[in-house]
């Protein structure tokens, strides 16, 4: 039997906002993960997440972890949506503002954090030269 929620923990190393992917084959199974391993503090409904979506970006104030959940893991167009909500939250939680003066710390933090969840997502080829050119920056 297949599972029914896929779970990758992925570090982001420059403002420390961790993402956990989650590819959801089965809503409630996704509903279900999120309330056993995401909710910390307090009881959320998650009803607001419609089974006709592709993807959703949760982030509840205060906890260190986000969650971008997608359905399809060859939806890449819906997944981009869903990182550039966690790229905006992020550094607006960190107080850096979103213009153009600081495009460069937007883009960077998409592309770091979009190569991450492409590898999870097993496209490799799709993330090409990138992948190479993060991998030396880490060094």
């Given at each position: ?14 403002y ?5 992917l989650l590819?959801v ?17 307090k ?16 982030w ?12 399809d ?8 949506h ?17 213009n153009?003066?600081?495009?460069e ?10 190569i991450?969840a ?22």
């Open positions: 039997m297949k599972r029914k929620v896929y779970h990758w923990l992925m570090p982001e190393n420059t420390r906002v961790p993402i956990n590819l084959k089965d809503h409630e199974a996704g509903i279900a993960w999120i309330e056993k391993h995401y909710r910390k503090r009881e959320v409904d998650y009803s607001f997440i419609k089974k006709s979506a592709g993807g959703h970006f949760l509840e104030g205060g906890n260190d972890e986000t969650i971008v959940w997608i359905t893991e060859d939806d890449i167009t819906c997944l981009a869903e990182l550039n909500h966690y790229t905006i939250a992020v550094l607006e939680h960190r107080g850096v503002p979103i153009e003066a600081c495009s710390a937007f883009t960077y933090l998409h592309q770091g954090v979009f991450q492409l590898l999870c997502l097993g496209h490799r080829k799709i993330a090409g030269k990138s992948v190479q050119s993060a991998q030396e920056g880490e060094k």
